[in-house]
């Protein structure tokens, strides 16, 4: 999975699953001199699924703790997922349980998110893949969990076209890139800000990931209770987890 001896001497520690293969798995690696914790999930294993709203109160959930409180298993990890509205509306398209509740966006736009191209993470029972917009626009795939986000990290194996490896534009920043057959989705988040160039080259040659999308920065969050991260803070919009098979 790693390629070369580089990423390989960048791997600080490995945080493997003490129980039944049922869980995420998450480790801490160095890139380009900077520290990126890893958490990667398999869909055919791992309950994969997108959080934003209370199913009986509608109220928006915002936090891992809230996500917790609902849920009748244990969260094994959790990520903001996707760039979101004051309220803490989705930008862009967002499905939950199948049900569409934000539509597609398709055209460009102010910030990051209209950086296009920008990208849909889809998750089904099995798969879960990154999606150019356009092509998901064409394609039309049914997704049970969907979230957009912009800007692509890495299409098709090569970088966004505009990113730059001398920027000064820095921050913390989260993302999920996948595999070709959608087996395997892997989620990073930066422990010091960074660049667009230096996380995508991240996702394109460490993580080996065709297509990974942005997430977003500076609010970026992680939950990985087995390496002792429960990121807080004021609350988010579109929140990712995998919830145990187990009580």
């Not at 109220?59 to 959790?78: D, I």
């Not at 969990?145 to 990113?163: C, D, E, K, Y």
């Not at 820095?170 to 057959?181: E, F, L, P, Q, S």
């Not at 999308?213 to 929140?239: E, K, Q, V």
């Amino acid at each position: 999975m790693w390629r070369g001896s580089a990423a390989l001497a960048g791997l600080c520690c490995i945080f493997a699953t003490t129980g039944p293969a049922t869980a995420v798995e998450c480790r801490v690696t160095t890139h380009t001199g900077h520290d990126f914790t890893i958490c990667e999930v398999v869909p055919p294993r791992d309950d994969l699924r997108l959080f934003l709203r209370h199913p009986e109160t509608d109220k928006v959930l915002g936090t891992f703790t809230n996500v917790e409180a609902m849920l009748e298993r244990p969260l094994l990890f959790g990520m903001n997922a996707g760039m979101y509205h004051s309220d803490r509306r989705p930008v862009g398209h967002y499905v939950e349980n199948g049900r569409t509740l934000s539509p597609v966006i398709s055209r460009d736009g102010p910030g990051n998110f209209g950086l296009l191209p920008n990208g849909v993470f889809c998750i089904r029972e099995n798969t879960a893949r990154v999606i150019e917009t356009r092509r998901f626009t064409a394609d039309s795939p049914e997704c049970d969990f969907a979230t957009q986000s912009g800007p692509m990290l890495v299409i098709n194996g090569q970088l966004h076209p505009r990113f730059l490896p001398d920027s000064d534009s820095r921050y913390i920043r989260n993302g999920v890139g996948t595999t070709a057959d959608g087996r395997r989705a892997v989620f990073a988040i930066s422990e010091t800000p960074v660049t667009f160039h230096v996380f995508g080259t991240l996702f394109r040659d460490v993580l080996e990931t065709p297509q990974a999308l942005y997430l977003d920065g500076n609010i970026s969050r992680l939950y990985a209770p087995r390496l002792g991260r429960r990121d807080g803070g004021f609350p988010m919009g579109p929140i990712v987890g995998v919830v145990s098979a187990d009580e």
